[in-house]
């Protein structure tokens, strides 16, 4: 692999194994209670389009949608490194309130901040509710999420904090905000990369950030332990497909923020749905034919993907095996 | 034309002294037309499935070869795709170079270039800037830099999307890069390319080429426009594919090799099919 990475890049992607390694050393993947020293990771921002900026550092990638109304956060890394994404967010938006959070699901690298930064924030409350609550506390920016991502740190061991929690869950396929003079959707997925995904979908600066879904450093990460499925993830990655609409010659239009990885838009999401399906379509084949998950591995059916795909988080192997996994079940 | 870097590097820094101090009124920009005197079978008709002769592949790219299908091109999100930088100049279409300066100083800040064919359009930024950083997103151009050795224009390339350096499943990784060098010759009619690809996932040495375009006084480029359609009733999520060691990729092999009478190993590539006394290997 050529080494072209930025020593700042290789600090964060260094942070996030170990933070996620030490998570998934102790089955502790949703907790965000991880001790590392974050000190030199360094917070960098880059426009995407409109209203909508995302936010590098250690953890997953920070989507950041800015306007007269305030600001709305999706997912916030980690407590660790949230007091930096506070301080650039108000580089970018000096004197905005931040409003709402959300999360695209449970994991610590994405919720680990999710109490600092909702503690910076304030949820706009009305009538009679407003002069209660803000009589009794402080209840900051509203923290979204699909219910399942409550429930997987509710029950979270070690246990999450509560004020780390979600203020606010949705069920269903869909819930939608008009923030900003902007529709925002956030689209569940189903059993995906947890059975707590959203995608969401700013349709006005036409961005949308995908969660760990989409990761383009590597290969996806499926949460068997939290109701993961591989299928779910080729059908996230069809959904955004479907709702990207690139311009001439099939390049920018709608983007698409990864997780972990580059800014995409729709031709890069359709090479790595193309990718995965491909590679599940071989497991399912070989799961046919009876073949057991050991002779799987052997057989190796990611191996012309690997040197671009298998170096980041998930290795093979362990791609593999959730991939038969699920697709046994 | 496919042969080794180091030939091709001897080659350069022979140009290099010979060619002579350009006009000062021809350069490379203007317009130019292809000319296909060199892997025409290849460029034009276009690639045979299982021919992968010539090419600097590891087992990774030959496999994603055994497995590609045509019908993929049939996809509604794949058939707009114009060709990436690593493949473009080597299709048809004519091409348009034209400066862009500092209205100012006068200093050249870039170089676009167009290709009638799929409206291929790029920018070779001639200013010094960096290359962007990692986060940004990548295009089927890249982002280009550029600056002259000599009457030589030598352009890098990063931020590429996943592309090709052959339309038979020879695919290239996202973090493929390419080198460039633009050469005139004598009279400024005819524009010299060589194109060095490198991709540390799928080719074990950089990928050389050449191809050379003619002068041309003035050209029509026309638009083109490219809208999908279905044409054929997929389910959503359908991606043609052949599995690995299936029959259908084994008779394209064969096919190929029996046509034109070569040893079905030829057809594997490798860094070794690229040399010149690999024919010997051919001919035993």
């Known amino acids: 692999m050529i080494n072209k990475k930025s020593n700042s890049w290789n600090k964060a992607t260094n942070h996030f194994h170990k933070a996620l390694g030490a998570c998934l050393l102790t089955s502790a993947l949703v907790s965000g209670a991880i001790a590392q020293d974050m ?115 509710a029950t979270a061991t070690p246990e999450i904090p509560f004020d780390m929690w979600p203020t606010e869950v949705y069920i269903g396929e869909q819930y939608d905000l008009y923030f900003n003079d902007e ?54 990655l069809n959904q955004i497909i479907r709702i990207t609409v690139p311009r001439e ?53 990611s191996r012309d993907y690997d040197g671009r795909y298998g170096n980041g988080f998930t290795s093979p192997e362990s791609f593999i095996t959730s991939v038969y996994n699920t697709l046994s079940e | 034309m496919s042969f080794h870097i180091k ?9 290099a002294l010979i060619v002579p101090a350009f006009q000062a009124q021809a350069g490379i920009s203007g317009y130019w037309a292809p000319i296909f005197h060199e892997d025409f079978e290849e460029r034009l008709p276009g690639p045979e499935a299982g021919d992968y002769a010539g090419l600097p592949i590891n087992d990774a790219l030959r496999l994603r070869g055994d497995t590609w299908q045509s019908g993929l091109l049939n996809v509604p999100e794949h058939q707009c795709k114009p060709h990436p930088s690593t493949y473009g100049f080597r299709g048809i279409g004519n091409l348009r170079i034209l400066e862009e300066v500092d209205e100012v100083s006068q200093d050249l800040i870039a170089l676009h270039t167009h290709i009638e064919w799929q409206a291929q359009k790029r920018v070779i930024w001639m200013d010094g800037r960096d290359h962007p950083g990692d986060i940004e997103p990548h295009t089927w151009g890249g982002f280009s830099t550029g600056h002259f050795v000599g009457d030589t224009l030598v352009v890098h390339t990063t931020h590429l999307k996943s592309g090709w350096i052959r339309r038979n499943g020879m695919a290239l990784s996202d973090e493929a890069t390419l080198d460039e060098y633009f050469f005139l010759n004598d009279d400024a009619s005819l524009l010299t390319h060589i194109s060095i690809v490198s991709d540390p996932n799928y080719l074990t040495e950089p990928f050389v080429r050449s191809n050379g375009f003619e002068w041309l006084t003035r050209a029509e480029m026309g638009p083109y426009p490219c809208r999908p359609a279905i044409e054929l009733d997929r389910e959503v999520g359908e991606i043609p594919h052949w599995m690995i060691n299936s029959n259908e990729a084994r008779i394209g092999q064969q096919e190929f090799a029996e046509r034109w009478d070569i040893p079905v190993e030829a057809t594997r590539g490798g860094a070794i099919t690229a040399l010149p006394e690999y024919i010997d290997v051919v001919r035993q």
């Open chain 2, 7 to 15: 030939k091709v590097f001897s080659g350069l820094l022979l140009g």
């Open chain 1, 183 to 236: 529709p925002i959707e956030l689209l569940y997925q189903g059993r995906a990369h947890t059975n707590g995904d959203t995608i969401v979908f700013f349709r006005k600066s036409d961005v949308i950030s995908a969660g760990d879904i989409y990761p383009t450093s590597g290969y996806p990460f499926i949460d068997e332990s939290n109701f993961g499925h591989i299928n779910g993830i080729i059908d996230g």
């Open chain 1, 249 to 301: 010659q099939q390049e920018g239009g709608t983007m698409v923020i990864s997780s972990h990885g580059r800014l995409s838009d729709e031709a890069d999401v359709v090479d790595y749905r193309d990718m995965i399906t491909i590679i599940r379509d071989r497991v399912l084949y070989m799961i046919d034919q009876g073949m057991s998950l050991n002779e799987v591995l052997a057989a190796q059916p």
């Open chain 1, 39 to 153: 000190s030199d990771v360094e917070v960098k921002s880059y426009h995407v389009a409109g209203q909508v900026w995302v936010l590098t550092g250690a953890g997953g990638h920070v989507t950041v949608q800015i306007g007269d109304e305030g600001v709305l956060v999706v997912d916030t890394q980690f407590a660790e490194t949230a007091p930096k994404i506070l301080a650039e967010i108000e580089r970018l938006a000096p004197g905005k309130i931040i409003r709402y959070v959300i999360n695209t699901h449970g994991h610590g690298d994405h919720t680990g901040g999710n109490q600092i930064i909702r503690d910076a924030g304030a949820t706009i409350v009305a009538g009679n509710e407003a002069r209660d609550v803000t009589a009794t506390f402080e209840p900051g920016a509203e923290v979204i999420a699909h219910e399942n991502v409550m429930l997987m740190m």
